[in-house]
């Protein structure tokens, strides 16, 4: 038998679902057990490994300790509590985390890295039920999951998941066209996706499902929304988050992109597919949010089939102004100046990035070059 690693200490994952911002966040396992997917540049370059049970349970020991002497700081009065924890600190990522943690509300705990469900059941049960007995404050406990993963997970384990605490799941859907997810290698195809999604609404836990505009490129556009939309109608998630493509250097799809392989689409393409999907969404009651920086869209927020009129509105009065008018506004949202379409009417705001454009040299048939660059400092 191997000798067990020993601990090194509280640990945290690379990355987190932008909703779970003030989530404490516990590694559960490191990297993605997957990583071949050419979207994605994270853990392109580190190995998968499963975190020991006494491990993740001495995380979730440590980080309390720190929470526990925080809070009675706060409650005796303590001004610069920071300062007075700080005595004798012997892990100053569990500390943060606390701080962190504490600041938010001690509301949500988010579980890392890419694929967490794939520890044994009653490893994650067992975590499950320690953070419910450290935290019983929490009102959720979320996880990335892989659909392949959750398809192999029975219903009876799932349930005892949600009962020990986990309700809620992001699952990276992407796509619902079986040609974009084999061009992309998810590694999954849409009836497994279709499945998973509906395991887990069966289990009771709430399921937050990706779609990513743009990622079937020109030729596999319209297939690409109309297939995620029907996947979509067949789940109905509880929510609809959308991640905008991009093309970071790491990502293998980039290469693709340089060389020819890959017809990436530009702002205005990307937008029609956007609409077609939205508007294929039909017989759900999901909330769609476009809560990510790279999405151009930040006006696409709200609760189907009551706000479908009013999430394509926007989309629909952007592909009607005249191309300059369109390239105002991507670059416009794209640098910041801009948070929603009306901004291009106000003057205040509107001068300046034509100024910029101007400057520039920015024009409609550059723009989305110009656009691909901005987007890489967000990714």
Same mark, same amino acid.
Request: with cysteine; glycine share 2%; net charge positive.
């Given at each position: 038998m191997k000798n067990k690693p020993p601990y090194n200490g509280f640990e945290q994952g690379p990355i987190r679902p932008p909703s779970e911002a003030?989530?404490? %966040?516990?590694?559960?396992?490191?990297?993605?057990?997957?990583?071949?997917?050419?979207?994605c540049p994270v853990y392109k370059d580190e190995k998968f490994s499963l975190r020991l049970l006494e491990h993740v349970l001495e995380d979730i020991n440590t980080v309390k300790s720190y929470v526990d002497a925080i809070v009675d700081a706060k409650h005796s009065g303590a001004r610069y509590y920071g300062d007075f924890i700080k005595e004798g600190v012997e892990d100053e990522v569990a500390l943060h985390a606390a701080y962190h943690f504490v600041a938010g509300g001690m509301k949500s705990i988010? %579980? !890392?890295?890419?694929?967490?469900?794939?520890?044994? &059941?009653?490893?994650?049960?067992?975590?499950l039920r320690h953070l419910q007995v450290c935290f019983p404050m929490v009102e959720r406990i979320t996880s990335y999951a892989r659909s392949h993963t959750i398809a192999k997970i029975s219903d009876e384990n799932l349930e005892k998941m949600a009962e020990a605490g986990l309700n809620r799941i992001h699952i990276g859907m992407e796509s619902g066209s079986d040609r974009v997810l084999k061009m992309v290698k998810k590694g999954v195809d849409k009836t497994t996706q279709v499945r998973a999604g509906q395991k887990v609404k069966h289990a009771g836990i709430e399921l937050s499902e990706y779609f990513m505009p743009g990622l079937g490129g020109a030729k596999l556009s319209r297939e690409h929304a109309l297939e995620s939309a029907?996947? %979509?109608? !067949?789940?109905?998630?509880?929510f609809?988050?959308? *991640?905008s493509l991009a093309l970071p250097a790491a990502a293998p799809l980039t290469a693709h992109y340089e060389s020819g392989k890959f017809d990436k689409m530009g702002e205005v393409a990307t937008t029609r597919e956007l609409l077609l999907f939205l508007e294929s969404l039909q017989g759900i009651t999901s909330k769609v949010r476009s809560d990510h920086v790279l999405n151009l869209f930040s006006e696409v927020n709200g609760t189907l089939p009551d706000d479908q009129q009013k999430m $394509? =509105? &926007?989309? *629909? !009065?952007?592909?009607?102004? =005249?191309?300059?008018? !369109?390239m105002l506004f991507c670059i416009?949202?794209? $640098?910041?100046?801009?948070?929603?379409l009306d901004d291009l009417s106000k003057p205040e705001l509107r001068d300046p990035v034509a100024q910029m454009c101007d400057t520039h040299g920015a024009t409609e048939d550059n723009m989305d070059q110009i656009i691909q660059s901005i987007m890489q400092r967000f990714i």
């Open positions: 003030e989530s404490l %966040l516990i590694r559960i396992t490191r990297n993605c057990p997957w990583n071949r997917c050419t979207f988010f %579980l !890392q890295d890419g694929n967490s469900l794939i520890i044994k &059941p009653e490893e994650m049960i067992t975590i029907d996947a %979509l109608n !067949q789940i109905n998630a509880d609809i988050r959308l *991640r $394509t =509105d &926007p989309l *629909r !009065q952007f592909l009607q102004l =005249d191309t300059r008018e !369109q416009g949202r794209r $640098t910041h100046r801009f948070s929603r």
